[in-house]
């Protein structure tokens, strides 16, 4: 007889021959069966000693030796061995299918290691064996092992809506489930109702039954032995036809019926009450017919031939079950639960631009769970964005903001999906109430956007928390932003702050040049040259990476909170080997004020103002307290947004002078301190003004000021075209702050003859 035993199936059995030996007669081999033919199994029956299990009530009540048949794979030891009791005294137990099955593994691909070969099968099997005579295979701090049906429809159901709930005293809950296609091999279950008096002909329900006690652990596999199952938890016969004929009326010619049946076996969690199990049998389109004839047939002849086809199934047929796909709250969790990205369960998220990362993070949003999703870009689809923007062939001419609601509808129907057609460079969207979102997603990268965002935000008071994103001309860099609310940026002068963070630290040195390059004049990639707009070059698996840091960034900071009201996210990826680094910088909140002539706002660092308070108490403490003291102010000045940024703050240069009566500021040194703040910020921190104090007077600019201010503004070389003056008044005592603009078409020349005074 030919040998079809394979190199693994004779590993096993030497393993377990070694383990036998080294029992002292706890395990003995009492036959070997080699595999009757190619690809089958090696059976080993052996007898093992149970009398070191301790019972506890309602545990497994073994023998004093107890048979087991284990079979071996010809592809041991990758494949794990089955383990069989050899009678079915624990038919209907959990854990034990088909009677005689122990189920060893909940998840055999973690569970089973390879290298431990028949050593970790038996000890995996004797913990199971002692854990079920201690009836602890379901312990109550543990999910319940749910039962079984073994499947052998095609058609699929799928529930994300919780079970009715069984009123007290009552056996049973009768009632429909909706059943809404999902594709040709699956319905949803959408809705839970009771039965009504008439189901509609145009719609597809379900007949429901949900019990009140459990059912057997392995589902009967035909319908009669169901029948006596079910009546034997309290639905008579009668009545489980009367529910039948009454559903087999309502369906369309040809179409089968469903039927959902509900007992309380499962628990998601410890301590949690029992839930249902849903399972569902199909009843195919003849016997539905036989039943619909049964009912309205009035030849006699034909209803007895419908009554013939209806005892069939009843008595002979086999119960066809289908597979249902549970995803309801109350008994399975999330997949994504407890990640970054559960923060946006049940948000309301706008998202601007739905190009390469907007069409990217849409799509987390969607999977996520948000809520609400707005949708806002005015550009197209077209045939060479496919390489990496999360549409369709067939989407080429759609709007962008279109057709990424069509993909995002597809994953999460119940989310409350639309999109906007509109220009951000004219502002938010007057369709769009701001408040109404939790995040704002800003995926255009586009300056000319932040800006008339600003410009539109600033009349809210409750602006969401905002995420901006963008990549650098590569696709090696990314920046994001995230400004909460209370913050004093806006995100026009947020991309400001940004960029003086990189220039300034030099571990970010390489973003700075990535995205602020001192050299703008290149035209950049143009997929189509000509007149068309520059972009990036980068893959979609790029932008995904991308896409997903940010994603994740602005989950992980919104979830956790924090002090910082800002913070810059720069993630960098090597396209030579493959390397990957974030750094996170809060990005520190200014001062604010308000300038006193035009309303500008300023926003003063805590450096800048550090500075001059540093040199206010110096001069009071190396000098006189009633001398006026200074120096000059870097930063830069806003006018479309109307922001004054003071980054730096020096105290008076070594030629200054200082009096009670006034500070007059020198020059010496001031020119090469100037060029090197500029050159250090890419040109965003240069002079802008000066300070000086007012030691025991109000911060009102005297005559000398503003001769000073004229002459920085007329007389010098290279004139500005305005300069801010901060005032420091009662210096001494109480200090107030007041910045003032003045412009250079503010101040009028005017030429004195000789002999005329001013006051002429």
């Not at 095609?154 to 919780?162: M, S």
């Not at 199934?313 to 109350?330: G, L, S």
């Not at 991309?495 to 390489?510: E, N």
């Not at 007041?738 to 005017?750: A, I, K, S, Y």
Request: with cysteine; net charge negative; hydrophobic share 40%.
């Amino acid at each position: 007889m030919a040998d079809f035993t394979t190199r693994g199936q004779q590993l096993a059995l030497d393993q377990l021959q070694d383990i036998a030996a080294a029992s002292d007669d706890t395990i003995d081999i009492v036959d070997v069966k080699p595999p009757a033919g190619q690809g089958l199994s090696l059976v080993i029956r052996v007898s093992l000693d149970t009398s070191g299990y301790a019972y506890e009530d309602g545990g497994f009540d073994y023998r004093r030796r107890e048979p087991l048949n284990i079979f071996v794979s010809p592809h041991f030891p990758v494949e794990p061995p089955r383990v069989y009791f050899a009678h079915k005294r624990f038919l209907g137990r959990a854990h034990v299918q088909w009677g005689d099955y122990l189920c060893l593994y909940q998840a055999t691909d973690v569970e089973w290691a390879s290298q431990d070969g028949m050593f970790g099968l038996i000890k995996r099997l004797d913990d199971w064996l002692r854990d079920a005579a201690r009836n602890q295979l379901d312990p109550e701090d543990a999910p319940l092992h749910p039962p079984v049906e073994y499947t052998s429809s095609d058609i699929k159901l799928a529930v994300e809506i919780d079970a009715p709930e069984i009123e007290d005293g009552k056996s049973f809950w009768l009632g429909t489930g909706k059943l809404t296609r999902r594709n040709d091999h699956c319905f949803d279950i959408s809705e839970w109702s009771e039965t009504p008096s008439s189901l509609p002909k145009d719609e597809k329900f379900a007949a429901v039954v949900l019990l009140n006690q459990a059912m057997p652990m392995e589902y009967p596999d035909t319908i009669s032995k169901l029948i006596t199952t079910l009546e034997a938890r309290g639905v008579p016969f009668d009545l489980l036809f009367s529910i039948l004929k009454i559903f087999a009326l309502c369906q369309p010619d040809n179409e089968p019926l469903y039927f959902i049946l509900g007992a309380p076996m499962r628990r998601r969690a410890a301590d949690e009450p029992l839930r249902q199990h849903l399972s569902a049998w199909k009843m195919d389109a003849e016997y539905v017919k036989a039943l619909q004839g049964i009912i309205l047939e009035e030849n006699t002849e034909a209803t007895l031939e419908a009554w013939k086809v209806v005892l069939e199934w009843a008595t002979e047929a086999k119960t066809e079950w289908c597979r249902v796909y549970d995803n309801r709250p109350e008994v399975t969790f999330r997949r994504d639960q407890g990640t970054k990205a559960s923060w946006f369960l049940g948000k309301k998220i706008a998202l601007l631009g739905c190009g390469a990362l907007g069409s990217h993070i849409g799509e987390y949003l969607a999977r996520a769970g948000a809520e609400k999703i707005r949708l806002v870009d005015y550009s197209a689809v077209n045939a060479g964005i496919l390489v990496r923007q999360q549409f369709r062939n067939y989407q080429v001419g759609y709007s962008k903001q279109s057709a990424l609601s069509v993909q995002l509808r597809a994953i999460n129907p119940k989310a409350d999906i639309d999109h906007e057609f509109a220009n951000l460079t004219k502002g938010w969207p007057e369709a769009l109430n701001i408040s109404d979102f939790d995040l704002v997603i800003d995926a255009t990268a586009s300056r000319r956007v932040a800006t008339a965002l600003q410009l539109d935000l600033t009349k809210h008071n409750d602006v969401p928390p905002m995420l901006r994103c963008a990549i650098s001309a590569n696709a090696s860099k990314g920046i994001a932003t995230l400004n909460m609310p209370g913050s004093a940026f806006g995100p026009a002068d947020l991309l400001r702050r940004t960029k003086v963070a990189a220039m300034s630290d030099s571990g970010l040195t390489d973003f700075a040049e990535a995205f602020w390059p001192f050299d703008q004049h290149e035209r950049g990639f143009q997929p189509e040259p000509g007149c068309s707009e520059p972009t990036f070059v980068g893959s979609a698996a790029d932008i995904a990476f991308f896409a997903s840091s940010f994603f994740n960034f602005a989950a992980s900071a919104l979830r956790e909170g924090g002090d910082s009201k800002a913070t810059a996210c720069f993630v960098r990826v090597s396209h030579d080997d493959g390397s990957m680094s974030s750094h996170l910088v809060p990005l520190c909140q200014p001062s604010i004020h308000v300038e006193a002539h035009h309303g500008y706002r300023v926003h003063l660092s805590h450096r800048a103002q550090s500075a001059i308070d540093s040199e206010i108490k110096s001069n009071a403490r190396t000098g006189s307290a009633k001398d006026e003291t200074g120096g000059i102010l870097l930063g830069e000045i806003d006018d479309a947004l109307g922001i004054i940024s003071i980054d730096v703050a020096t105290g008076p240069p070594p030629d200054s002078k200082k009096s009670p009566e006034l500070f007059e500021c020198g020059i010496e040194g001031t020119h090469a301190l100037c060029e090197f703040h500029a050159k250090e910020s890419g040109n965003s921190t240069k002079f802008v003004g000066v300070w000086h104090t007012h030691p025991v007077s109000i911060p009102k600019p005297s005559m000398v000021d503003l001769g000073a201010m004229a002459k920085i503004l007329h007389l010098q070389e290279k004139t500005p075209r305005h300069v801010v003056m901060l005032i420091v008044g009662h210096a001494a005592t109480r200090p107030t702050w007041r910045f003032h603009l003045f412009r250079r078409n503010e101040f009028q020349v005017v030429t004195l003859a000789a002999g005329e005074s001013v006051d002429e």
